[in-house]
């Protein structure tokens, strides 16, 4: 008889929850994904630690971080916005890292925590949604997935500028109080709220394609 104590039964803290699903051993593979940043090193778009914090800082309240962070708000607040988050992807290999990081997400939610999540959802889409039935405070949540994709953009200008551990670590301090200011505003943002002004970001994902030495897919 299985005695193991399954997800929705037990009394895990959100705070477990949230260490689980947006650490490293969460296996999504989001460090095959550079979101553009490798393309934008390579143009020497971002070149060095003030660079790269810029174009972070830029992504979080103007580019996908903005619109991601909204999309998950509205999906865990039960609207439907699958197909939107799709078509909001600035590019092909966009398009191909929201769908690969929501298919692992659903999967390993599916697999391991008791949940049936629907399959093939944009990934923050899955994670609002995910975050709802596990009852995981919207604000709270939207702060881990904003930290989560800030610390792994800042992972790959740390290996591929290069930069330093400390300069990374400086870089991520300096965003803690912008990520709680965004996540304060997303929560309560609505879809006419949605819209991008990343541009460069957007032509540097479209530039990852033609690249011919690639270490991410993106």
Known sequence: ????????????DYHQLL???FSPSFPI??????????????????????????????????????????????????????????????????????LNLGKAFCKN????????????????????????YFKIPLEKLLIAFLQSYASNLINVGIKHIPLGQNEGQKILINFLP??????????IAQVKDLGSSAFLSDLSSMYHETLKNRIYQT
């Not at 008889?1 to 895990?12: G, L, V």
């Not at 971002?46 to 962070?69: C, F, M, P, Q, R």
């Not at 039960?78 to 078509?87: I, T």
């Not at 965004?182 to 929560?187: D, L, N, P, R, S």
């Open 1 to 12: 008889m299985d005695t193991s104590i399954k997800p929705e039964q037990s009394t895990f």
């Open 19 to 21: 260490l689980s699903w």
């Open 29 to 98: 593979g989001s460090f095959n994904f550079s979101h553009g940043l490798e393309a934008a090193i390579e143009y020497k778009f971002v070149y060095d630690k003030i660079t790269l914090e810029e174009w972070i800082k830029h992504l979080i309240i103007n580019g996908a971080g903005k619109t991601d962070s909204i999309l998950l708000a509205n999906s865990y607040e039960g609207k439907y916005v699958n197909e939107l988050a799709f078509a909001l992807c600035a590019s092909k290999e966009r398009w191909t890292e929201t």
């Open 109 to 132: 939610i599916n697999d391991n925590w008791n949940y049936k999540i629907d399959k093939n959802l944009a990934y923050p889409v899955a994670v609002g949604k995910a975050g709802k």
């Open 178 to 187: 912008i990520i709680e200011k965004q996540a304060k505003i997303y929560k």
